[in-house]
């Protein structure tokens, strides 16, 4: 099995669940007692976020960056990002090391085109959806991408901020976002991408008339098979 390096703390609740999926996937794929083998670096996400609303991607990058290496020193043989909003400065992180990035939103793309959907909703941050270094995959893909509209994306960026990177669930958000997905289903999406780390421990299949992407899933599914090829 390789050893994999995550670059997590963005927030703490989305690494629980990523080391959570992970461990769950080698078990059910290995059986008895195996467990993966994951060397994690968690960053504070305090200066994270306040370089990510600066917008200083050069500030982001130099932490992920120190990140992506200290974990290449210790013997990490490939990385991943538990969040999908620093992939801003994925292509910085992965050029500064020698080891494989497994990059969140190609994962995303590739599941969204083998399920033949060509219109999805992109539920996120206000970053994430306000640039291309995630709609680009699946755009590159033929993919036509779908966003809330305007005035309900600051909505979307605060309950994940606020709420579900401190483990903070509340019904209400839920009830919100439900109506941001079936606005999205209302204008043509014929799946939503949950392109937000912790928006599966708020939303739950059952609460999107059309299907979802659960990035954290995906990302974990394409970290296993990794992990585990040739096993």
């Known amino acids: 099995m390789r050893l994999l390096g995550v670059i997590g703390g963005m927030g703490w609740s989305a690494t629980a669940e990523y080391y959570r ?5 080698v078990e059910a794929r290995l059986g008895g007692l195996h467990s993966a083998r994951v060397l994690l670096h968690s960053v ?9 609303h600066a917008g200083d991607w050069d500030g982001m990058a130099e932490v992920l960056v120190d990140a992506a290496r ?3 020193r210790g013997g990490a043989e490939g990385l991943l990002i538990a969040a999908n909003t620093m992939h801003a400065v994925a292509d910085r992180v992965s050029g500064a090391v020698d080891i ?21 909703g992109l539920l996120a941050t206000a970053t994430t959806m306000g640039a291309d270094f995630y709609t680009g995959p699946l755009s590159a893909r033929g993919l036509e991408v779908i966003l809330p509209e305007e005035a309900e994306r600051p909505e979307v960026d605060a309950l994940i901020y606020d709420e579900l990177v401190h483990g903070v669930i509340k019904d209400a958000s839920r009830k919100r ?15 939503v991408v949950l392109a937000g780390t912790e928006l599966g421990l708020l939303i739950e299949p059952d609460d999107c008339p059309v299907p979802l992407h659960d990035t954290t899933e995906i990302h974990v599914a394409d970290a296993l098979d990794w992990m585990l090829a040739g096993s």
């Open 177 to 191: 976002v439900r109506q941001v997905m079936e606005g999205m289903v209302d204008r043509g999406a014929e799946a």
């Open 100 to 120: 494989p990035l497994l990059h969140i939103a190609e994962s995303a793309a590739r599941r969204v085109e083998e399920q033949r959907q060509s219109r999805v």
């Open 44 to 52: 504070d996400f305090a200066p994270v976020t306040d370089f990510e």
């Open 21 to 25: 999926l992970l461990n769950e996937g």
């Open 70 to 72: 200290s974990l290449e």
